[in-house]
């Protein structure tokens, strides 16, 4: 952790403290986000007897972590809704909100990409729909196995790990006794969404006896009715009433038939799935309307959609020679683009938008390539070139302008800028 910052937020009017954890962190950019708090960076952890929670933000390599101090629990829901609806983070209760001490937020592992898992079919199980009977998994964060099988089964949970932050957090305690677990009807749908994410890679990091170290927040496995253990924040995101888009997703048809094109969970059913979690949130006294005017989430993959690359430092792009210049340390990933094409986003269907010229990577067990070490069009040992998929890229044109995107890994951009190639 390089040390934190307190101030009083210019909204809410209350005194917060932001801690900078992760390697991607230095004394310049900690010290400038304070400096827009109108504080200054010092060294430490942020210190207070009494904890309502904090606000996680960020990717696992450069996190802010907003600890609100606190004694009043009447405080609690007003901050939980302040981080997930509007901050777009993740909040994690301290004691006077029913968690305990607040855990240190978890480094995360360099991306592994997905891969597509076939395997025979376990016994007592039919055979699967893929060739000689095997069931084919895409061992990916949005990726999902046959209906009615389980996702752990079938694919690594290990690898889908590495494609998004995870850290156990503490999950809310359920009513144990949830009346509506006598209802048929309730009981019936219940069932078939815990199915649904039973076949799917949220287990990774929503079930308990999956995980290396705690669910995260909601818990497949929770005591009673599990869906209690959603923030209404997550109840929203499980059903689609928040633009989740961005996290990326496969065709159904690639997919074993789930969809997440409208919905934060992969379905066979996004109707059916959509009117549960509706169910959820008038059962707390919210609706989908509610989260009407939430921007798309989470809200670092949004930034990073809205991004407006500005020219590029003297001496970065691709010279003449076409040896590529960057700044902010060693890339898994080098793009170069056309100077309008969209920012790359995440795998599977994101990763390569529209105007992409070049893009060169490493795999995840491989050194990355560091600045100058990449011509353009010729590929460093050891790395492999992702688009295009044959061939040489398209010739660079002396006089015009390209956009070079570079990124130390999946969702973590350290580059993003425009040049003019000299030819």
């Known amino acids: 952790m390089l040390g934190h910052c307190t101030y009083k937020n210019r909204f809410s009017d209350r005194t917060e403290c932001r801690e900078y954890r992760g390697d991607r962190w230095d004394e310049a950019g900690a010290s400038a986000d304070c400096g827009e708090w109108g504080a200054e960076l010092e060294g430490g952890a942020c210190e207070y007897e009494d904890i309502l929670g904090a606000c996680v933000l960020g990717d696992p390599e450069r996190v802010i972590r907003v600890v609100v101090p606190g004694a009043d629990a009447g405080d609690c829901r007003q901050q939980e809704r302040g981080c997930e ?6 909040f994690v209760p301290g004691p006077v909100c029913g968690g305990e001490d607040l855990p240190d937020p978890v480094e995360g592992n360099v ?20 060739e000689g009977g ?9 990726g999902c196995t046959e209906p009615g099988r389980d996702f752990s089964a079938y694919a690594s949970c290990d690898m889908v790990r590495t494609q998004r932050p995870y ?29 649904q994410v039973s076949a799917c890679a949220c287990v990774c990091c929503h079930q308990t006896s999956l995980t290396p170290d705690g669910a995260a927040i909601w818990d497949l496995e929770a005591p009673g009715n599990w869906i209690n253990t ?15 888009s961005l996290l990326g997703a496969y065709p159904a048809a690639e997919n074993n038939g789930f969809d997440r094109a409208s919905t934060g969970l992969p379905t066979t059913d996004p109707e059916r ?29 949004y930034q990073q959609y809205l991004f407006e690359p500005q020219v590029c430092a003297e001496g970065e792009g691709v010279a003449a020679d076409g040896t590529i210049t960057w700044e902010g340390g060693s890339a898994r990933y080098v793009y170069v683009l056309a100077a309008d094409a969209p920012n790359p986003g995440v795998p599977p269907n994101l990763d390569l938008p529209e105007g992409t010229l070049w893009r060169v990577e490493v ?16 590929l460093p040992e050891g790395a492999r070139q992702a688009f295009p998929k044959d061939g040489s890229p398209a010739v660079l044109k002396a006089g015009s302008t390209y956009y070079l995107y570079v990124l130390a890994d999946i969702g973590v951009p350290i580059t993003r800028c425009l040049f003019d190639y000299g030819g």
């Open 85 to 90: 609806i509007f901050g777009g983070g993740i």
């Open 230 to 244: 959603f923030t209404p924040y997550g109840l929203a995101f499980a059903g689609g009433f928040l633009d989740s």
């Open 167 to 195: 850290s156990a957090q503490p999950t809310p305690q359920p009513e144990v006794e949830d009346p509506r677990l006598g209802d048929a009807a309730y009981a019936e749908e219940l069932a078939w969404v815990t199915e």
């Open 363 to 378: 795999p995840w067990d491989s050194s990355p390539m560091p600045s100058r070490s990449v011509r353009y069009g010729q």
């Open 111 to 130: 991306f592994q990409w997905p891969v597509l898992e076939c395997k025979q079919p376990l016994d007592g199980e039919p055979a699967g729909q893929g």
């Open 134 to 142: 095997d069931v084919c998994t895409w061992s990916m964060i949005s």
């Open 273 to 301: 799935m959509r009117a549960f979690f509706a169910a959820e949130l008038e059962h707390r006294g919210l609706s989908p309307e509610d989260f009407a005017d939430a921007d798309p989430t989470p809200a670092p993959f």
